[in-house]
């Protein structure tokens, strides 16, 4: 099993819609959460932290589930800006345990 | 306003041939990282620094080495290319150590390395 894992998709949607992406993670004792987006051919940004109460921010709503192991990235109201590859990130403690997984593509059509 | 800055952008090598990737960062980060991302793969941890003259080994070091003579410089030498090295890499730094709540990296533009 991998240690970071997410749907690869392409999720395609159109302007306006609602969009969830799911990542889970194997280690229980992972301390940290990040979505990172990547556009194409680019370097990685961090979109947002994930704090355990869940966050949000404008559009984007975070949400962790530690019981289940997973973290989750919710897009309203997509955009075609929002058309990128989104990175799921866990640190675990003890070292630089920095695991990404290999992100979910989301395509957002006119 | 530059944040993190890698040289090339782009290179195709020979197999046999070596060559360093430069990256330098001027936010005074004490963390700086090298990674590599695979078509359809996450990115895989290199070698890391947590500062001047201290370097560590990552999850995929073989055929790699670096040095952090200063806080703004970290250097990633390939010696004896290989197909398998061919790869986009990313230089990033970091102000928190990683696992810190609200760490965040900082990334270069990315190294696209073509090992024929």
């Known amino acids: 099993r991998k240690e970071v894992e997410q749907d690869p998709g392409p999720f395609n949607v159109p302007e306006g819609a609602t969009v969830a992406f799911n990542c889970t993670y194997s280690?229980?004792?992972?301390?940290?959460f990040f979505w990172y987006r990547q556009d194409c051919r680019k370097e990685p940004k961090l979109l947002m932290s994930v704090y355990s109460s869940g966050n949000e921010d404008g559009r984007f709503t975070a949400q962790l589930n530690r019981a289940s192991q997973y973290i989750s990235l919710l897009i309203r109201d997509s955009k075609l800006s929002d058309s990128a590859t989104y990175l799921c990130?866990?640190?675990?403690?003890?070292?630089?345990?920095?695991?990404f997984g290999a992100g979910t593509r989301l395509f957002v059509k006119a | 306003n530059a944040g993190v800055t890698q040289t090339p952008k782009f290179r195709i090598l020979k197999i046999g041939q070596s060559m360093t990737l430069q990256c330098t960062q001027d936010?005074?980060?004490?963390?700086m990282y090298w990674y590599r991302q695979d078509p359809g793969m996450g990115l895989k941890l290199i070698y890391y620094?947590?500062?001047?003259?201290?370097?560590d080994k990552g999850e995929v070091p073989n055929g790699y080495n670096v040095s952090r003579s200063t806080t703004e410089d970290f250097p990633l030498r390939l010696e004896l290319a290989a197909p398998s090295q061919t790869s986009v890499y990313f230089c990033a730094s970091s102000y928190l150590s990683p696992g810190q709540l609200n760490e965040k990296l900082f990334f270069g533009s990315g190294t696209q390395l073509s090992v024929l």
């Open positions: 620094s947590v500062g001047a003259g201290i370097t």
């Open positions: 936010m005074n980060h004490n963390y």
């Open positions: 280690n229980s004792a992972s301390q940290s």
């Open positions: 990130v866990v640190d675990n403690t003890g070292g630089f345990k920095t695991i």
